[in-house]
């Protein structure tokens, strides 16, 4: 059974800095493409970020030097450090395990239950 759990939301001023998490079980992150996506109120959703299996690094270009995606393989768990934050940045953030890599949700089987990130301004 694979899940996936997320952590590290929180509300913070613009300019600020949060550190979301993925605690991962049922499968290897080492051996999965992990992604990072977020989803607005009244907006679609979007991709962020994106870490492959050999450890290729993939950022949405508005996230670009703000966001880095890291993995500890010890502890089966992807990371999301966003520096910089801006009142856009404020959505439902959601981690996702897929097969392969790809900017698209449908790629991705596996989903976590999603955590609030507020920007204020």
């Known amino acids: 059974q694979v899940q996936l759990v997320e952590s590290g939301g929180g509300l913070v001023q613009a300019g600020g800095s949060l550190r979301l998490s993925c605690a991962a079980s049922?499968?290897?992150?080492?051996?999965?493409?992990m992604g990072w996506f977020r989803q607005a109120p009244g907006k679609e959703q979007e991709f962020v970020s994106g870490i492959n299996w050999n450890g290729n690094t993939y950022y949405a270009d508005f996230v670009k030097g703000r966001f880095t995606i890291a993995r500890e393989n010890a502890k089966n768990t992807v990371y999301l450090q966003m520096n910089s934050l801006k009142p856009e940045d404020t959505a439902v953030y959601y981690c996702?395990?897929?097969?392969?890599?790809?900017?698209?949700?449908?790629?991705?089987?596996?989903w976590g239950q999603g955590t609030q990130v507020t920007v204020s301004s």
């Open positions: 996702a395990a897929g097969p392969s890599p790809s900017q698209s949700p449908r790629s991705y089987g596996h």
């Open positions: 049922g499968l290897a992150v080492s051996g999965s493409t």
